[in-house]
Structures are given as structure tokens and as C-alpha cells.
């Protein structure tokens, strides 16, 4: 189904292409549906090269994909590219890490709901960490390492596990998955879970 007529430039074109993008227009390689979606199964490849112009273009369109997408985190294969490379938003701004590994976890959490970018109109209860340890590198390559608890840890903990080819429904409890309205999965009405 294309979007519609209003739609603009290229998340138009890309969603012309494919049947089946109903909810989402965004430019996201869609689990099962966008061609050469087995990306997102892939173990992506570390960054080595941070001097790599083009990673600076890629960060600029994956912030700009998931602020239209009113997505709080994006993994680089969902962009198509297997690298391990992820931007997101907790709501406490706009934060890229690479390379990224969780070295520490404690805790459960079960709220809010996931969904996902690549699975639009999806979301199902998924048990995370509450807190984590987590180590990275900035765009600069400089190392980091930090805390993340609730919201920000459920967020870095689904875009790891992009990195590793795993995604939420594989997590996910199967009894709470369930399909949102193209409404409700716009945040049109009621309140819209998060999308990652
Ligand atoms: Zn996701």
C-alpha cells in the first residue's frame, strides 16, 4: 500500500515500493517485508573507523528518521546498515553510541510496552534489566561508560540486542503481543507506547 498523497519525498518513494507499509511511511527496513530485511537478523560490525565521513551523515539521517518516526531509539540496521551503531532519546536528549556492550544488569522492569520501528504496530510486554552498565564509544571515539536505569536501559537494551540480530518479539511474553490501531500507532489517540 503506497502513503498517502501528502506523504513527502523520500519516505514516500521507499513506502511506493513495498506492499504492506500500512502504519509507518519511514524509510525503516521492515522486519519481513522491506527487501533484504535479514539485516536486522545479522550481528552487525564493530566501528573502526571513526575519521569515516559518512558516519556523520548517517547519524544526522538516523536522528532525523526517528524524531519523524516519534521513535525514541534507532539502531544502524534498521537503516540497512550492519554496523554497531545506535541513536536514541530517553527524553533527556539526542545520544549516539557506538560499539556499545552492557557489562552490567540488575533488576526487572516490565512497563512501558515495546514496539518497534521495524515492526510497525506492534507491541508486547518485554522483562528488561532495570538498571544497567553500559560501555561505549562517542562519535569522537572517545570511551564511555555510564548508568542507565527504566526508560533509558529498556531503550539501550532493545537497541543492543539490534546490534545482535535479536528483536523484542523474540523477548516478548507472546501473550501480550498485540496490534495497535494506524491511529492509536501514530499517537493520535490514547497513548502511543514507544517505538524503537
Ligand atoms: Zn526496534
Not at 539521517?61 to 530517553?90: F, T
Not at 527524553?91 to 553510541?97: A, C, I, K, P, S
Not at 520501528?117 to 564511555?144: F, N, T, Y
Not at 532493545?158 to 516478548?172: K, M, R, W
Request: with cysteine; glycine share 8%; aromatic share 6%.
Amino acid at each position: 500500500m503506497s502513503s498517502p498523497a501528502t506523504a513527502p519525498g523520500k519516505a514516500d518513494a521507499l513506502a511506493d515500493k513495498y506492499d504492506g507499509i500500512v502504519f509507518d511511511d519511514t524509510p525503516v527496513v521492515k522486519y519481513g517485508d522491506t527487501p533484504g530485511w535479514e539485516i536486522l537478523r545479522r550481528v552487525a560490525e564493530p566501528v573502526t573507523d571513526f575519521a569515516d565521513p559518512t558516519l556523520t551523515t548517517l547519524i544526522a539521517e538516523m536522528r532525523e528518521i526517528m524524531y519523524s518516526a516519534h521513535g525514541v531509539g534507532l539502531a544502524a540496521p534498521q537503516v540497512n546498515r550492519s554496523i554497531r551503531l545506535l541513536v536514541y532519546d530517553a527524553g533527556d536528549g539526542f545520544r549516539t553510541l557506538l560499539n556499545p556492550t552492557i557489562i552490567k544488569k540488575k533488576g526487572d522492569q516490565f512497563e512501558p510496552e515495546e514496539g518497534c520501528l521495524s515492526i510497525p504496530g506492534l507491541r508486547g510486554v518485554v522483562r528488561r534489566a532495570s538498571e544497567i552498565v553500559i560501555k561505549a564509544q562517542e562519535p569522537d571515539g572517545k570511551h564511555v561508560q555510564f548508568k542507565a536505569k527504566d526508560f533509558e536501559a529498556r531503550i539501550l537494551l532493545h537497541e543492543v540486542d539490534h546490534l545482535n540480530g535479536v528483536l523484542f518479539i523474540d523477548l516478548a511474553d507472546p501473550a501480550t503481543l498485540h496490534m495497535l490501531t494506524p491511529a492509536e500507532d501514530r499517537g493520535e489517540v490514547g497513548n502511543a507506547p514507544p517505538k524503537e
